[in-house]
């Protein structure tokens, strides 16, 4: 660490320029656009939203995927680190094999599960030869929302699961093994080791990976499409409708701004639950 | 339990977790491979038994795929090159200079990442139209970039602290200038490291969907098309768009196995 005058100032002027002008202006433009209606001031927008026929639904498809997916991401997750530990020959490419999720997009992912959820898809076709339906059979339809909801949790679980994995483990690798190796002296058994050891001292990680995940979580919507159509709205997907289908900037701003609003709270809400000691902040 | 009984199960959790992640991905190619007789196909197959060559001639000559995967390869290779113009000078000032509104510089940063897609993406569409960037690979790029550059800056500046300052003024008293000495000795060694922040970057860009769909109509990114065509197209050409999109992604993680630590331990800062 030096001082040199203008030189970093110089150095950070294009970012800081380039994010100017492309976040922070079109940030507060959005909020604006919500909040206005023909030049002034409104709550407009916020009623339309409010009052249209999808937007109940939206709310509680996107509430209930995120609540069901991303706990049982993290225990999947858990688990995977885990059972890494104990791996030596060929670590490498099951490391490689776990994380290939990282890199497909939702809307990747949707059409995957939409290969094998369809009506006449290798889901079905496993269910028949098994004996258990007697031909092709729609799942992702209004008529089953609940195999629909279920289908959509398992492809989140297939393609965001890896981001929780990566952290979690690059957490546990930076572990003192230490303290577990003293547990163990001490005589804890491997579960009290993970509950009472290994988790707590992963604890910034895993505030780390919910933070990532659960703002994710909420941007959810080529999947929803894909696999649901019309069937099984979310609220970026009525975002979507509203700017695109409809033309209607201002709804589509107020839902923007909206899952702003929960993404911000809910990294609150895990800044505060899983509140990190000072001496383990790395 | 046994220490044999032990590992048995660990390598079946194993064998279950790698099957869960690849058997999907290895369907999809069937069905994108499969040609128009396979969308109708009951019961499916599990094996590639059908496969032949006009069905496989049939998946490249899907043409709106292939023009959308020209856009997207260009608005990529764009947002990859503006994340690093940007990144790594300011990733390079993090590291080496403590300055006055560092701090505040980092909380930008690190803003960009709690926010949805979606805010910025609605604002832009109505500037880019009146500034003649709208539907062009460049537009998108500029968008993409917007999420690429804060990842490049924090992963250049963690690689740059990592590289020892002194061998930097080793170079300098060696007649080296800053700039050259930073050419000479602190790139070569961070390289390998911006490689995989610039895969990122690409990769990044190569999957995003709503800023892509709603910034162009008829330049349409792989993404943006798919998105389009999803009610209407035959199955199998948006299978073979599904795995078109995924192949890229998976060669990358694998380049950049290594690195995806470094990358992501970044989170934890």
């Keep these: 660490m030096r001082r040199a005058g203008a030189l970093p100032y110089l150095l950070i002027l294009p970012s800081v320029l380039f994010l100017g002008v492309l976040f922070v202006v079109p940030l507060v433009q959005t909020a604006l656009l919500a909040f206005q209606e023909g030049g002034t001031w409104s709550l407009g927008n916020w009623h ?76 079905n076709t496993l269910l028949f030869k098994l004996g258990l339906i007697s031909g092709p059979q729609a799942w992702l339809t209004y008529e089953t929302p609940m195999v629909l909801l279920a289908g959509i949790i398992v492809a989140e679980l297939w393609r965001a699961t890896a981001i929780v994995f990566v952290i979690l483990l690059a957490g546990v690798q930076l572990l003192p093994k230490e303290y577990e190796e003293a547990a163990e002296v001490f005589g804890a058994s491997p579960w009290q080791r993970f509950w009472r050891v290994t988790l707590p001292l992963l604890r910034p990680s895993l505030q780390t990976a919910l933070i990532l995940r659960t703002v994710l979580a909420f941007e959810m919507f080529a999947m929803a499409l894909a696999l649901g159509g019309r069937n099984f709205p979310v609220l970026v997907s009525e975002a979507f409708n509203w700017q695109y289908g409809n033309q209607d900037y201002g709804v589509a701003a107020s839902y923007a701004v909206l899952v702003m609003a929960i993404s911000i709270a809910a990294t609150l809400i895990y800044l505060v639950a899983l509140r990190v000691p000072a001496e383990q902040r790395a | 339990m046994t220490p044999v009984w032990r590992r048995g199960l660990l390598w079946c959790g194993v064998a279950v ?20 007789e396979i969308v109708s196909q009951w019961p499916k197959p599990f094996l590639p038994l059908g496969l032949s060559l006009d069905t496989v001639g049939a998946f490249l000559a899907i043409d709106g795929v292939w023009r959308a995967t020209w856009v997207s390869v260009q608005a990529a290779a764009m947002c990859m090159v503006l994340a690093l113009l940007l ?68 992963v250049c500046a963690s690689l740059f602290q990592g590289i020892p300052a002194e061998l930097e003024e080793a170079a300098w008293v060696f007649g080296c200038s800053r700039f050259t000495g930073f050419l000479r000795v602190v790139l070569p060694l961070a390289l390998p490291g911006i490689a995989a922040a610039s895969i990122f970057a690409f990769v990044l860009s190569w999957n995003e969907v709503f800023a892509a769909s709603v910034l162009t109509v008829r330049h349409r990114t792989l993404t943006a098309y798919l998105l389009s065509v999803l009610s209407e197209s035959p199955l199998h050409v948006q299978f073979a768009g599904g795995l078109i999109l995924i192949v890229p992604s998976v060669l990358f993680i694998f380049l950049v196995r290594r690195r995806l630590f470094a990358m992501w331990g970044i989170g934890n800062r």
């Design chain 2, 87 to 154: 990144g790594v000078p300011a990733g390079y000032a993090l590291a080496r200079f403590r300055f006055a509104g560092a701090g505040s510089y980092r909380l930008l940063i690190l803003m960009t990442r709690a926010f949805p897609v979606a805010i910025l993406a609605l604002p832009l569409t109505v500037s880019f139209i009146n500034l003649g960037l709208y539907d062009t690979p460049f537009g998108v790029a500029l968008l993409h970039a917007v999420l690429a550059v804060p990842f490049a800056t924090l």
């Design chain 1, 48 to 123: 339309r939203m409010a009052d249209d026929l999808n937007f109940q639904d939206a709310v509680v498809n996107t509430f209930s995927v995120v609540l069901i997916v991303v706990p049982l991401q993290c225990t999947l997750a858990l688990g995977m680190t885990m059972m890494l530990r104990h791996v030596q020959r060929g670590r490498d490419i099951i490391l490689w094999v776990w994380s290939i999720p990282l890199g497909i997009s939702d809307l990747a992912a949707g059409l995957v599960w939409l290969a094998i959820l369809t009506d006449q898809g290798w889901l």
């Design chain 2, 17 to 36: 977790l790698c099957a869960w992640t690849l058997v999907p991905i290895y369907l999809l190619a069937l069905g994108a491979f499969g040609g128009r």
